[in-house]
């Protein structure tokens, strides 16, 4: 049976993969895209990932564990990136973005199944993961807003 540590290591490691993959992904788009206004965006969301792989990996350690280095590469999230690059072969900018916005989605849905897990989170880290996860709302929210403000030729 795992001891609490473990599973709170668990999930915070599958938050620590879901950034990984965001970077990952983000990091891909920004090389396939030639517009100047989606690689500054895609780079500022690879980072605002790094910054938050970084505090989940610290409170990994602090719980006397090893911050994981891997993806998922498989299931909802490797699925997205997989449109998202299509959609960048196409180089339909709305295509892209709503691609990542399926990213976005696919985050935040990661996050939110770690908040409502039966075994829960202590305190400290509940609010990491809130405050992550509401920054990560408003990120979903500014590429939302910005397909939707894409007209269709």
Known sequence: MKTENE????????????????????????????????KNLFSEMANHSRNYR?????????????????TRNSGK???????????????????IIAACERGEDAALEAYDDVLNAKDGLAGNLREVI???RTELQ????????????????
């Open 7 to 38: 599973k709170m290591i668990g999930h915070l490691n599958n938050l620590v993969e879901i950034n990984n993959d965001r970077i990952q992904g983000y990091e891909r788009a920004s090389n396939e895209t030639s517009e100047s206004d989606l």
């Open 54 to 70: 970084e505090e989940l990996s610290r409170e990994v350690k602090n719980l006397g564990g090893e911050p994981t280095e891997g």
């Open 77 to 95: 999230i490797f699925r997205v990136w997989m449109d998202i690059k299509a959609a960048l072969t196409g180089k339909d900018r709305k295509a």
């Open 130 to 132: 809130v405050k992550q």
């Open 138 to 153: 408003k990120d979903h929210d500014h590429i939302k807003a910005l397909r939707d403000s894409v007209k269709i030729k």
